[in-house]
């Protein structure tokens, strides 16, 4: 089986993460990297049936908590939750469709291309300076972040930007480029910060994060071998044997 034949036996609400939610302490470790306090209005942007709102109002006692989601169904959990909380309100929008410009901290997840490229542009334009966009794995768009604690990032308006991924790279991993030992680290922390995989999963997921990795850096030229390296060979040759997954499909020449 190839990627993209796994890729599509998964339900879609997978493939989005639109179904996904975030372990309370993961929610508390991105609220304390981007200093939420009393002060903040907040706002989760998609947040389904997140207790992002919740733990903002109750915990951080912020002046507002307002979600925004598209999705009508995903949010009763939440709505049922929050309903005797004065300071969180849930609008049934698309993101890019309400004004969020009395906000200050935001929790913004996508990894739509298409999503990023629109919010970059409205946090942009519509957003105070000093405000701060909460984002997982790497910072929307080309976007130099201010704090990193990986793979947890905060970012300020008015935004830097990268001239290159190189750039951003350097900033977001510590070097222009990523190789193996990299990609398996960036994998496993990952993995570890995420705190959604059980233990008897891990090491397969963490060899499948790592060579998926290591392969888009390859694809963007951002990987540090000339060359496919052994451990890359390997792991490549463990999922398809083992796991009857083939990935090299993916690895552009």
Same mark, same amino acid.
């Given at each position: ?23 309370? !302490? %993961? ?7 981007? +200093?939420? &306090?009393?002060? /903040?209005?907040?706002?989760? *942007? ?27 169904t995903a949010v009763r959990e939440i709505l049922e939750k929050t309903k005797v909380?004065? !300071? %969180? ?7 890019? +469709?309400? &004004?969020?410009? /009395?906000?200050?901290?935001? *929790?913004?997840?996508?990894i739509d291309d298409r999503i990023i490229k629109k919010m970059v542009g409205k ?44 750039e951003q790279i350097e900033v977001v991993y510590g070097q222009k480029c990523l ?75």
């Amino acid at each position: 089986m190839n990627i993209n034949e796994l890729i599509s036996t998964l339900p879609s609400s997978v493939l989005s993460g639109n179904n996904i939610k975030l372990p309370d !302490n %993961v929610i508390r470790r991105m609220f304390k990297l981007a +200093r939420l &306090d009393k002060n /903040d209005i907040f706002y989760d *942007l998609g947040c389904g049936n997140s207790d992002a709102l919740y733990i903002a109002s109750i915990e951080y006692k912020v002046k507002g908590a307002i979600g925004i989601e598209k999705r009508k169904t995903a949010v009763r959990e939440i709505l049922e939750k929050t309903k005797v909380l004065k !300071n %969180v309100k849930v609008i049934i929008n698309d993101m890019s +469709r309400v &004004d969020i410009s /009395d906000g200050n901290v935001f *929790l913004f997840l996508s990894i739509d291309d298409r999503i990023i490229k629109k919010m970059v542009g409205k946090f942009s334009t519509e957003l105070k300076d000093g405000s701060r966009i909460i984002s997982i794995w790497s910072p929307p768009g080309l976007i130099m972040p201010d704090k990193i604690d990986f793979p947890f990032f905060v970012s300020h308006t008015p935004f830097k930007f990268a001239k290159s991924i190189e750039e951003q790279i350097e900033v977001v991993y510590g070097q222009k480029c990523l190789d193996f030992t990299a990609a398996w680290l960036l994998g496993d922390k990952y993995l570890e910060s995420l705190e959604l995989v059980p233990a008897q999963y891990k090491r397969f997921l963490n060899i499948l994060y790592a060579m998926i990795i290591w392969i888009n850096a390859w694809n963007m030229k951002v990987s540090c071998e000339d060359e496919i390296p052994p451990p890359v060979e390997s792991y490549l040759g463990i999922l398809r044997t083992f796991f009857n997954l083939d990935l090299t499909s993916l690895i552009e020449h």
